[in-house]
């Protein structure tokens, strides 16, 4: 006999609005405090005490535009988020501050959510959507100088970037872009020499969101439709699909993928956070908590894996955090 | 006839004779019959036998070339069969050019498509000829483009003229098309207004295919004029006459840009997918195995039963629609409520009552504001069961709206096929929850009215009178069908009335008896029905009455549509009011009908039919009563 479905752990409260964006950061020693960054509609960045369960700095740096996307940049203190008002801003938040030390002006009005990559020590790689409809530029940070922009080719017709992921196999290897596309497709570009590698038609509308597996070559993307599609990469840097499942309501908004590699999240329009194995793509659970659309999940990056959670933002303003899975 | 020996210098005048006046007698089927194919087989190869045959036709006397050279086009198998058997017949001979260019084309329209074909592809093959081919397609387009062909002519003749303009067009080579290119223009500009103007949507149908095919061949680059209508046989077949075996013909439809750039970015895509098709085969077998080896087991699956469709749930109370349908921002309700609302009506009739000026008023102004499958039925159905349900406020509020202020005309139109569907339903009770839509155009419902209620009292008073009286014979007993008080004998008036009163007085963006004839002959049929569904009420005689005097008003309009729903009016009434009362009552206003129904009203094979039908039906009334003087 299955066992229902657990509750929260905890929930959340008083974001006052939407909540777009989360992040952990949790890896610290002790007596480090395990922290949740939220980013929400009304412009504000909450950072969540997870001990106390309550808000304890909340950063206004984006003139009350949406912020929908928040990374932190090797440990707490240095934080980086990504507003509906055009622009990055890269925060210091070390010893209590609460300052925007540098932003980029980005010039694409969208909804892709950056993607960062740690390539050296104080370097890092950010990929962003131009201002340019279909291209995706990447810039180094701290130094803000572009390395490059990928443009697909004319007549594609892949539409706006709807979801980025640099990546690099193993610490000094050449890092690689997924990109999926407005017209479904998610495109390989290989960052260095700023060209496509490969392109793999997955879904029938707009790829929402994607996570990728680099130790097993495996993606997974999910659209507005029913399908959630999975994709591997070959040898020759093919991308190929492997298996579709088919859920039961459309929309996804949001994919991740445990950083164990066991099982991932997905954030779904019907209210529900579905967990999957990863190998096979085992439906585990779904988790019926929230009233509105869940805009993000996220998985913690606690050193005790007994320790680890899951945290899902959704539009009913609430953030639920679950602990799963978190035996094995 | 048959057997003319070569070689020898003749005279066939005589031969041309005999030809035309059997002709001209009506045996040109027999005689063409054998006349014809032998001179095609004879004229294939041979170019004495074609002189012959050319002298022949020419040498009949014009009394009788009409009837030659009908037989002539009617029995050639082909274009290039009738250039080698006429020849420049109609270059050199008036009366054969007149036949040819004037009478076939324009004053008759009864021939097959098939020897529109052969007359003009005859024209087109000879260079002499094509001068009049030229003609020929100006004068088609100037009878096509005017407005009183529009109105008056039958539409079997518009659809004949049509034909011939796409025949005419189809033949014509680019260098020509460049010379009349502005002279098309303009003249299917105009004709394309006629047609649109016209209340038929035949007419409009065939107007759209010819400007569609005119601008297709007169603008090879470029965006060409696409109209939307309902692909039928009909339009198939005009299209197809347009395509012909020469190759610089253009083809009529055009794909939208946008299929085009699909087609173009699917190309790319189609690659990909063949690729990752390929190579997803033999990636498959190996994952499985190893998916064996590692097992997943060691994460155990809840319990997923409650993971179902999410559904939005309609509201369940009269009011709690309206005010979704009014205020709420969320769409998702708003659907379920449009979808849930006929339902919602029917099952809560007094509720309904309560609130149903309202919601009358809120249907009538509903807008899609998602994409609904079947929005517009959807609106329909609820709309009728408003009306069903509390017939008089709303039949007022519907009718007051029809000639009020700012309304469009889809609005004016769908109060009035609101008004007969419900009228249909509250006249026949058993039929409830499975009307069909029935059109609003021909009064042809077969309906069984439900005759008055068997109140409790009137079985008392049966039973005792049965009990009491004595029978001599039963009769045979019938089987009684099962039956209803007819609700709508109460209310038929307040269907009918209203909408009658006001026809006559024009308001600014509405006039009925000016512009918006398309809504005049809406109303007339949807009067025609509402007095067919009222027979046997009490109001029908007082409907027949004004319906009466409304036709006679109207009776000499120029809209056919218009014309063939006031017949249609008195055809219901003569159905629905009972004989004595019509002879009683309206005696004068039936005569003067009867005088008009013998006149000629004009207009093509419907209007005949109704015609004939009510002239018969009323001179039989005036019969049975031996009392009238007729």
Not at chain 2, 10 to 25: A, D, Q, T
Not at chain 2, 160 to 186: M, V
Not at chain 2, 503 to 529: M, Y
Request: aromatic share 6%.
């Amino acid at each position: 006999m299955a066992l229902p479905p657990p509750d929260p752990q905890f929930v959340l409260r008083g974001t006052g609005a939407a909540v777009h964006t989360l992040h952990f950061s949790c890896g610290g020693p002790e007596p480090d405090i395990p922290v949740l960054f939220s980013g929400s509609e009304n412009g504000f960045i909450h950072v969540w005490n997870l001990r106390t369960h309550r808000v304890d700095t909340a950063l206004d740096g984006h003139g009350r535009k949406s912020v929908y996307c928040v990374e932190t940049m090797g440990g707490k203190d240095r934080l980086l988020s990504q507003g509906r008002d055009q622009r990055i801003c890269l925060w210091d938040l070390a010893e209590g501050r609460t300052a925007v030390t540098d932003s980029v002006s980005m010039e694409h009005v969208g909804f892709c959510r950056c993607s960062l990559l740690k390539v050296a020590q104080g370097r890092w790689l950010m990929a962003m959507a131009a201002r340019s409809l279909e291209e995706v530029q990447i810039l180094e940070l701290p130094s803000k100088t572009s390395v490059c922009t990928l443009k697909p080719e004319v007549g594609a017709k892949l539409g706006m970037p709807m979801c980025l992921k640099l990546w690099q196999l193993n610490c000094g290897s050449q890092p690689v872009l997924l990109a999926g596309y407005e017209d479904g497709s998610v495109v390989l570009w290989n960052v260095s020499m700023g060209k496509a590698l490969s392109r793999l038609v997955c879904h029938q509308e707009p790829v929402m969101s994607l996570d990728f597996d680099s130790e097993k070559a495996k993606g997974i993307s999910g659209s507005s439709e029913k399908v959630l599609s999975i994709w591997s990469l070959n040898e020759q840097q093919n991308l190929q699909v492997c298996k579709t499942h088919e859920l039961v309501n459309a929309g996804i908004s949001d994919i991740t993928i445990r950083p164990d590699k066991k099982i991932l999240a997905t954030g779904g329009w019907d209210h529900r956070i579905r967990i999957f194995g990863w190998k096979k793509l085992k439906p585990l659970a779904v988790l019926d908590y929230h009233t509105a659309t869940v805009h993000c999940v996220s998985f913690s990056d606690h050193r005790n894996p007994r320790d680890r959670l899951l945290a899902a933002g959704s539009k009913d303003q609430r953030i639920s955090v679950w602990s799963i899975y978190a035996q094995t | 006839v048959c057997f003319i020996l070569g070689g020898l210098d003749c005279s066939i005048s005589f031969v041309s004779h005999v030809l035309g006046k059997v002709c001209v007698h009506g045996r040109q089927k027999e005689i063409l019959g054998v006349l014809v194919p032998r001179l095609t087989d004879l004229t294939k190869s041979d170019c004495i036998w074609q002189r012959i045959c050319w002298r022949l036709v020419e040498c009949v006397p014009d009394r009788w070339m009409e009837a030659v050279v009908l037989g002539f086009v009617q029995k050639a198998q082909g274009a290039d069969v009738l250039s080698r058997l006429l020849g420049n017949l109609v270059v050199k001979n008036k009366k054969a050019q007149f036949v040819v260019t004037q009478k076939m084309l324009l004053l008759q329209y009864g021939h097959a498509t098939a020897m529109l074909q052969n007359l003009l592809g005859y024209l087109a093959l000879d260079g002499l000829r094509r001068t009049l081919l030229l003609r020929v397609l100006q004068e088609l387009l100037e009878t096509w483009g005017s407005s009183s062909t529009v109105k008056h002519s039958p539409p079997e003749q518009q659809l004949y003229i049509s034909k011939a303009i796409l025949i005419c067009l189809s033949h014509l080579k680019e260098p020509e098309i460049e010379s009349c290119r502005q002279e098309l223009l303009t003249s299917m500009m105009e004709g394309v207004k006629c047609h649109l103007d016209s209340s038929l949507p035949q007419l409009r149908r065939l107007g759209m295919v010819v400007a569609e095919s005119i601008s297709s061949k007169i603008s090879t680059e470029g965006p060409v004029l696409k109209f939307e209508y309902e692909e039928d046989d009909e339009t198939a077949e005009l299209k197809s006459l347009l395509v012909q075996t020469p190759p610089f013909c253009v083809v009529t439809n055009l794909p939208d840009d946008d299929r085009i750039e699909k087609a173009d970015a699917a190309l790319p895509l189609v690659p990909e997918s063949n690729e990752t098709s390929h190579t997803a085969a033999p990636v498959m077998p190996d994952e499985e195995s190893d998916a064996e080896l590692d097992s997943d087991d060691d994460l155990i699956p809840y319990d997923m039963s409650e993971d179902k469709e999410l559904k939005i749930k309609a509201p369940v109370y009269i009011r709690d629609c309206i005010e979704v349908l009014t205020g709420s921002e969320d769409v998702d309700k708003w659907e379920a409520t449009v979808k849930a609302l006929e339902s919602l009506v029917r099952k809560n009739p007094a509720a309904t009552r309560e609130v149903s000026v309202e919601l009358a008023k809120i249907l009538l102004h509903l807008e899609e504001k998602t994409c609904v499958e079947g929005f517009v039925e959807l609106r329909q159905r609820a709309q009728v069961a408003v009306l069903t349900t509390d017939p008089i406020p709303v039949a007022k509020y519907l009718t007051s709206q029809f000639y009020s202020l700012n309304y469009s005309l889809r609005q004016r139109m769908d109060i009035l096929d609101v008004l007969v569907l419900a009228a249909q339903e509250l006249s026949c009770p058993k039929f409830h929850g499975k009307i069909e839509h029935s059109g609003a155009q021909k009064p042809c419902i077969k309906l069984l009215p439900g005759t008055d209620s068997s109140k409790d009292w009137r079985r008392i008073v049966d039973e005792r009178i049965k009990s009491k009286t004595r029978r001599f014979d039963t009769g045979q007993s019938r089987i009684e069908q099962a039956s209803g008080p007819n609700e709508f004998n109460s209310v038929a008036g307040h269907f009918f009335f209203p909408l009658i009163q006001h026809f006559d007085r024009p308001l600014t963006t509405f006039d009925l008896l000016g512009e918006d004839h398309l809504v005049l002959g809406r109303l007339v049929h949807t009067l025609a029905i509402l007095m067919y569904l009222a027979v046997n009420t009490v109001t029908v005689v007082a409907m027949g009455k004004a319906l009466l005097e409304f036709v006679w008003t109207l009776r000499f309009h120029t809209d056919s549509y218009v014309r063939q729903g006031l017949l249609s009016c008195i055809s219901s009434l003569l159905l629905s009011v009972p004989a004595e009362r019509i002879l009683a009552d309206m005696t004068e206003e039936l005569l003067e009908t009867q005088s008009w129904l013998g006149g000629k009203i004009g207009g093509g094979g419907n209007i005949r039919a109704f015609l004939v039908s009510d002239a018969v039906f009323v001179q039989h009334l005036f019969n049975c009563d031996g009392s009238v003087d007729v």
